[in-house]
């Protein structure tokens, strides 16, 4: 049966609206909590946290999972919803950090990922859109031709099927490209749904709404505080992408911006494919049919949370599908956001400096399908105390490989120039009266910066613009109506809510005179 909503039928971290925000059935009903101690507490209601909460109710666990909003209101709502035998990181890249036997491990938690949702998608009999494509990349000039020869080199290192064609669905003049069979993609929420049906039908239960602040330890019980009430538990996974508060993984991961439209096209004629360039930052298309209506989703533009203009890279992207393709309307347009490992790998077990049983997973780049699914294994399986052979590579207090160290400097140079700049660099002289409905800025006043967000009425909101998280100022994002941190990625709506940690507090309102 089709379903088509006029309103969204799950929110999202930001104002745009994603195509599967729209399609798909309302959430099911969601069980109360019960006073018991849960043998594992699971904090977030993404590909992850779902994931893993399936798996360990199957495995006979009593498995509690809190989402601080509704399932899918963080990146899997987002997500462009890309599976891939490849990733970001490159295998060459991996093998360089991590030697021949990380890159081969890699490829395979990615192969395995990928394994993982389409054997739920057949057990579970979840009807999401899944459907196989073939998966092209393609080189425009000479240095990326010498890019995609490494890429092809390493991925036939670690025994991934690929091949060099000449022949690729796409507009755009290139040099050269790589074939790689049996790609695919799907409706994250569709999927997500699956599984929180699968995960309730066997007795699991969803808390929704419910923020985790903080969790202290005692006698092995984890007690995570939440807004209401403390649920305890035997082990607890942060599935919430960046672990709250602050942690080792606020120096080991960069939070970026990644941009995406759907749009419909005067030929009629879209790629059967997923089709990506290797420019910097890279483009990708793909087609969905959305309510039985073809669409070309078209991305990329990818940039560090905060540090540029979210609505110039719509304008920039638009740009981009205009000059090869010829668009009749534009349906939908909205970013998300992920995680860049310093390494190139993401952080996956036991939680640096946190009591023993508290487990996270964070720094999945642009690969959150394939290694949110791996990460809910390995973390599954770390609970159940079963061995898992990614382990070691992938654990957080992994030893950092020196290759990577030039890349850790960077990122931590930008944010202490955030921290620095943001609080002594003061030369915003803009008047409030100058901000146009529905926009906001940073502006001073009486020597104080607020963050001012003037709404379609005409009034102004005004709130502190120092991040709760670790005193970094915010930066207003235009296309998705929301404060965006530059240092660690938290985000907050036009009220100063949590969107997106690390954050836990919002941003106090500050009392502003209309007149
Ligand atoms: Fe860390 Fe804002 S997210 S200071």
Redesign the pocket.
């Known amino acids: 049966m089709k379903s088509t909503f006029h309103t969204p039928i799950a929110d999202r971290d930001g104002k745009m609206l994603s195509p599967w925000q729209m399609t798909g059935q309302p959430a099911p009903q969601i069980a109360a909590s019960p006073a018991q101690v849960a043998d594992c507490l699971i904090v977030g209601g993404g590909i992850t946290g779902l994931t893993a909460a399936l798996l360990l109710q199957q495995a006979g666990k009593k498995v509690v999972l809190a989402e601080a909003r509704n399932s899918g209101f963080g990146t899997t709502g987002g997500t462009s919803a890309h599976i891939n035998t490849f990733a970001d990181t490159t295998y060459p890249e991996a093998e360089s950090a991590f030697g021949e036997d990380g890159a081969q491990l890699f490829a395979d938690a990615i192969k395995e990922g990928f394994g993982l949702i389409s054997s739920n998608i057949k057990t579970l009999k979840i009807d999401c859109d899944f459907e196989s494509r073939p998966g092209y990349i393609y080189a425009e000039n000479e240095d990326e031709v010498k890019q995609l020869d490494e890429i092809y080199k390493g991925a036939v290192k670690v025994g991934v099927a690929v091949s060099y064609t000449e022949d690729v669905p796409t507009p755009v003049p290139f040099q050269k490209a790589l074939v790689w069979d049996g790609q695919a993609q799907f409706h994250p929420l569709k999927y997500l749904q699956g599984l929180q049906m699968a995960f309730l039908a066997a007795g699991g239960i969803i808390r929704e709404n419910t923020l985790i602040t903080g969790i202290e330890t005692a006698d092995g019980i984890h007690i995570a505080t939440s807004d209401t009430d403390d649920i305890r538990a035997k082990a607890v996974i942060y599935a919430t992408h960046m672990p709250p508060n602050i942690n080792l993984f606020?120096f080991e991961c960069a939070p970026y911006r990644s941009y995406v439209m759907a749009v419909k096209l005067k030929s009629g004629k879209y790629p059967d494919a997923l089709i990506y360039d290797t420019q910097e930052p890279y483009h990708y298309v793909r087609t969905h049919v959305v309510n039985d209506e073809e669409l070309l989703l078209a991305g990329g533009l990818d940039h560090k949370t905060g540090h540029e203009d979210p609505e110039k890279a719509f304008t920039d992207l638009e740009k981009y599908i205009r000059k090869y393709y010829n668009v009749s309307s534009i349906k939908y347009r909205w970013s998300s956001q992920y995680y860049v490992p310093v390494d190139g790998l993401p952080y996956i077990g036991q939680m640096p400096m946190a009591a023993d049983g508290i487990f996270c997973a964070t720094g999945y780049n642009g690969n959150g399908m394939m290694l949110g699914s791996i990460a809910a294994r390995i973390l599954s399986d770390l609970v159940l105390n079963k061995e898992n052979k990614y382990e070691k590579l992938f654990s957080p207090s992994r030893i950092k490989p020196m290759d990577s160290f030039s890349e850790f400097v960077k990122e931590n140079a930008d944010v202490a120039y955030h921290f620095v700049a943001d609080r002594v660099g003061i030369h915003e002289t803009d008047s409030l009266k100058r901000l146009q409905p529905g926009t906001g800025k940073v502006v001073e006043i009486d020597g104080e910066k607020i963050a001012a967000y003037r709404d379609d009425d005409g009034v102004i909101h005004a709130l502190s613009p120092v991040?709760t998280?670790?005193?970094?100022v915010?930066n207003w994002n235009g296309a998705e109506k929301s404060w965006d941190?530059p240092?660690?990625?938290?985000r907050y709506d036009i009220r100063g809510h949590v969107l997106t940690g690390?954050?836990t507090k919002g941003l106090p309102a500050i009392s502003y005179d209309q007149n």
């Open positions: 606020n991040c998280h670790a005193a970094c915010v941190c240092c660690h990625g938290a690390p954050a």
